[in-house]
């Protein structure tokens, strides 16, 4: 077996602000991903990546940058912060791409005041 | 593009009850991999099911699904419902060759005694 950790849990920063999530996987899965997920729309990719230093942007890339500097983690960077935003940010990793088992992180609760 | 529609929104059940939760699908690959995800409170998603095998029943947990490629469906059903099932779902497609993955925008289910 193996563990997603995120960090930190919690994540309240001001509009404008750049704010950094992390992850890490112990699985030595190939494949990592970033999700956002709001109320009533589901979880929306923004970035993955199928092996260290690789990115590939999701449908919701715009605003976001992320980092794969390691095969074990995978940070995901909001450029400017928005008043008012709410969200939960997922990390998932898998084998590979297709067909395989994503395993999901506890996920980030980002604020923003 | 590629895509997966979900029941939407909140759907309430009285327990011992028949689940359905419909998903259809969208994708210009022959060879789609179909997900169910459950998502607990204060718990990470996690597979449910999975299936890219044409008319096959696949059984997880007490959930059923099964892909029909004619008519892009993989709806996900259980003979009677409990307390314990309610969470949101998400069903998910993806393929082997392909580099995105889609999840609809969820389903909430509560149970009610």
């Known amino acids: 077996g193996g563990i997603i950790t995120q960090t930190p849990k919690f994540l309240i920063g001001q509009e404008g602000q750049k704010l950094t999530l992390k992850c890490q996987q112990n699985f030595n899965h190939d494949t990592m991903y970033w999700y956002r997920q709001d109320s009533g729309k589901g979880l929306r990719l923004i970035y993955y990546?199928?092996?260290?230093?690789?990115?590939q942007k999701g449908d919701l890339s715009e605003g976001y940058d992320a980092s794969r500097e390691k095969k074990s983690s995978f940070s995901l960077t909001v450029t400017s912060a928005q008043k008012n935003e709410m969200a939960v940010f997922l990390c998932a990793s898998s084998i590979d791409l297709g067909g395989w088992e994503q395993y999901f992180g506890p996920g980030t609760r980002l604020t923003v005041l | 593009g590629d895509s997966v529609t979900q029941t939407e929104g909140l759907v309430t059940l009285t327990e011992g009850l028949p689940v359905m939760l419909n998903c259809t699908y969208q994708?210009?690959?022959?060879?789609?991999?179909l997900f169910w995800y459950v998502h607990y409170l204060n718990e990470s998603p996690r597979l449910l099911l999975k299936s890219s095998t044409d008319n096959k029943r696949t059984e997880h947990q007490g959930f059923h699904a099964t892909l029909h490629k004619s008519s892009s469906s993989f709806h996900l059903q259980k003979s009677s419902a409990q307390l314990s099932d309610s969470a949101l779902y998400y069903c998910a497609l993806s393929d082997t060759g392909y580099q995105n993955f889609y999840f609809g925008k969820g389903t909430s289910l509560t149970v009610i005694p």
């Open positions: 990546s199928i092996t260290e230093n690789d990115l």
């Open positions: 994708t210009i690959y022959s060879n789609p991999f």
